[in-house]
C-alpha cells in the first residue's frame, strides 16, 4: 500500500470510530433521558397520588371524628353504603310535634335494610342543636330510610356528604338553619280538606281535589318567584284544621292563603269571595288587606265575579293564624256555569297566577 493509501485508510477509520463514539454517547444518554423521565413520571404518579388520598382522608376526617365536637347546629349520619346528595330530601311535620324529617334513600336501603338499626346503634346519629330537648328516631320501608329529628323549632339544612376512603360508608352532615333565618320570603297555602273530608261534591267535581290541584300550581309558580313555599297538605291526607294554622305560625310565615269551593242552595249564586282573620291584627299588612287583594288579582286573571269579604266565623285554619290570612273560596260547585270552568285545567291555572300576582303585591304593599 503506498503512502497516499494509506494516509485515506488511516483518516477514513479514524472518522468512523468517531462516529460510532458520538452514536454510542447519544444512545446511552437517551437511555439515561428515558430512565429519568419514567423515574419522574413513576415519582410524580406516586406523589399525586399521595397527595389526592391524603386530601381525601384529610377531608373525611376533618369531616367525620367520632370523638370530635361538632359544629354549632350540625347533624352527621354515618351508613354503611355511598349515597349521593339528592338521594337525601327534608321536610316538616307537625302532625305529632315539631318534626323535621330527613329521608334517605338510594340502591344502599335494600341492600342494607335489615342491618341499619344495628349498624346505627354501633355508629349513632350525632347532633349539636340549640335546643335542650332534641329526640331522634328511625322509620323503615323497602325504599327509604327515615330519621325523625323533633325540636322546638322548624328546621331547614344543607346537605353535603362524604365517602370514607377505602371502603363503601359514606357520611352525611346537615347544617340546619331555623326556617325564618333562612329565608327572606315564606308563605304557607292551604288545600282545604283532603282525606277523609272530601269538602262539597257535586257531579265528578270534588272540592279536596281542586283545591288541591290549585295549591299545587300556585307552589311552582311561587318557587319561580324564588319565594319559599310551604304546603299543609301535599296530597290526598287528612289534615287537621288547628295544625294547618300551627304550620303557619311556627314559621312565622309572611302569610297564610287558605283555598277552598264554595255552595249554595241557591244555584244562581256564583263568584269568588274572601274571608279574613279580624281579631289578629298586623297595621302594616293584615289579613283584609291579604283578602283585598287576592280578590282583585286572581278576578283580574279568570274574570270572574267578585263577591265581596267578610270576617271568618267558622273556620279555624283562619281563626287559629297569627300571621295574615286569607281565605279564597274560587267559585260555586252549586252554580253549572262555574262547575263548568273548575272542570278546565287552564282556568285553575289562572286562579293560580292570580294567586302569585296578589303575593307579589302583598310583598310591595309589606315593604312600604
Known amino acids: 500500500m503506498n503512502g497516499k493509501l494509506e494516509k485515506r485508510y488511516i483518516s477514513i477509520c479514524t472518522i468512523i470510530s468517531c462516529v460510532m463514539l458520538v452514536l454510542l454517547v447519544l444512545a446511552d444518554a437517551r437511555g439515561i433521558f428515558a430512565e429519568d423521565t419514567s423515574v419522574q413520571k413513576a415519582q410524580s404518579g406516586a406523589e399525586q397520588e399521595q397527595e389526592i388520598t391524603q386530601q381525601t382522608s384529610e377531608n373525611y376526617m376533618d369531616f367525620w371524628c367520632k370523638d370530635a365536637l361538632l359544629p354549632d347546629s350540625v347533624i352527621q349520619i354515618k351508613l354503611p353504603f355511598v349515597v349521593k346528595p339528592e338521594d337525601v330530601t327534608m321536610k316538616l311535620d307537625i302532625s305529632d310535634g315539631n318534626v323535621t324529617i330527613i329521608e334517605i334513600s338510594g340502591p344502599g336501603i335494600n341492600r342494607y335494610h335489615d342491618s341499619l338499626v344495628s349498624y346505627l346503634q354501633a355508629e349513632p346519629i350525632r347532633e349539636n342543636l340549640p335546643e335542650e330537648n332534641v329526640a331522634l328516631w328511625l322509620t323503615e320501608s323497602d325504599e327509604t330510610f327515615t330519621i325523625c329529628c323533633e325540636t322546638e323549632q322548624l328546621y331547614d339544612g344543607e346537605v353535603s356528604i362524604a365517602s370514607v376512603v377505602g371502603s363503601e360508608e359514606s357520611v352525611i352532615q346537615i347544617s340546619m338553619m331555623r326556617i325564618r333565618e333562612k329565608y327572606d320570603k315564606i308563605v304557607v297555602l292551604d288545600a282545604g280538606h283532603g282525606g277523609e273530608d272530601e269538602g262539597f261534591c257535586c257531579d265528578d267535581l270534588v272540592e279536596k281535589n281542586l283545591t288541591l290541584a290549585v295549591v299545587q300550581k300556585t307552589a311552582d309558580l311561587l318557587k319561580q318567584e324564588g319565594i319559599q313555599v310551604y304546603c299543609t297538605r301535599t296530597a290526598d291526607e287528612t289534615v287537621a284544621q288547628e295544625k294547618r294554622a300551627v304550620l303557619?305560625?311556627?314559621?312565622?310565615?309572611?302569610?297564610?292563603?287558605?283555598?277552598?269551593?264554595?255552595?249554595?242552595a241557591d244555584s244562581s249564586i256564583y263568584g269568588m269571595r274572601t274571608t279574613y282573620n279580624d281579631t289578629f291584627f298586623i297595621p302594616e299588612f293584615s289579613g283584609a288587606?291579604?283578602?283585598?287583594?287576592?280578590?282583585?288579582?286572581?278576578?283580574?286573571?279568570?274574570?270572574?265575579?267578585?263577591?265581596?269579604?267578610?270576617?271568618?266565623?267558622?273556620?279555624?285554619v283562619v281563626l287559629r293564624a297569627e300571621v295574615p290570612v286569607a281565605l279564597l273560596e274560587i267559585g260555586y260547585l252549586s252554580n253549572a256555569q262555574e262547575r263548568r270552568l273548575l272542570e278546565k285545567e287552564d282556568y285553575l291555572?289562572?286562579?293560580?297566577?292570580?294567586?302569585?300576582?296578589?303575593?307579589?303585591?302583598?310583598?310591595?304593599?309589606i315593604k312600604q
Open 289 to 316: 288587606d291579604l283578602g283585598y287583594i287576592l280578590l282583585e288579582k286572581v278576578a283580574a286573571r279568570t274574570n270572574e265575579k267578585v263577591l265581596g269579604m267578610e270576617a271568618e266565623t267558622q273556620e279555624e
Open 349 to 365: 291555572e289562572k286562579i293560580a297566577q292570580g294567586i302569585v300576582d296578589a303575593v307579589l303585591q302583598s310583598y310591595e304593599e
Open 248 to 264: 303557619a305560625n311556627l314559621l312565622h310565615a309572611d302569610m297564610l292563603i287558605s283555598i277552598h269551593v264554595a255552595q249554595d
